[in-house]
């Protein structure tokens, strides 16, 4: 299961907790009691537990968001710290490493809507436009904003291959 690529640990990670969920929802519906031995669901009725492992897979799938935007967003500023680091090139030479390091410090703060940008052309623009998608469930599971309407519903699978497509590209 452990990978190189920090997209597919999480990805992998959340499968197994996802179907962990299905295997103790079957468990309850077919009442095979020896097997929720040990558990929080141990004198929890059939519908309380479901209701629990309902919303616990609801988190779980949330959780699998963030944790593939973290990555994701993390891997972009990487790579514009790398492409960056022609900086240290520049001549005269005393004022390439100031420059750098100014600009490997400034890219931390960059608003990912320019980061985006600086793709178009060299990414498919509906993947940048998915990557937006992406972010924008991202923001609303992290800040849960009352005055602002949820976004269509998303789901790992999609924030996965969005994710790993775009950093296949780079």
């Known amino acids: 299961m452990a990978s190189e690529n920090p997209l597919e640990s999480i990805w992998e990670t959340y499968v ?30 059939p519908k309380d537990a479901s209701i629990q492992i309902r919303e616990s897979r609801r988190r779980a799938d949330e959780s699998a968001i963030l944790s593939l935007w973290v990555v994701f967003e993390r891997t972009l500023v990487a790579l514009w710290q790398e ?9 005269p030479l005393s004022l390439a490493q100031p420059l750098y390091e100014k600009y490997e410090t400034d890219v931390e703060y960059w608003r990912i809507d320019h980061s985006l940008n600086l793709l178009k052309g060299e990414v498919d623009g509906s993947l940048i436009g998915y990557v937006r998608q992406v972010k924008q469930y991202r923001d609303w599971i992290a800040h849960r904003n009352p005055r602002k309407p949820q976004p269509a519903n998303l789901d790992p699978k999609t924030a996965y291959t969005v994710s790993y497509t775009h950093l296949r590209a780079h």
């Not at 492409?83 to 001549?91: A, C, D, S």
């Open 83 to 91: 492409k960056g680091r022609k900086l240290l090139e520049v001549q």
């Open 16 to 45: 197994v907790t996802r179907d962990c969920l299905k295997i103790a929802q079957r468990a309850i519906r077919e009442r095979h009691g020896g097997l929720l031995r040990n558990t929080e669901f141990v004198g929890d009725s």
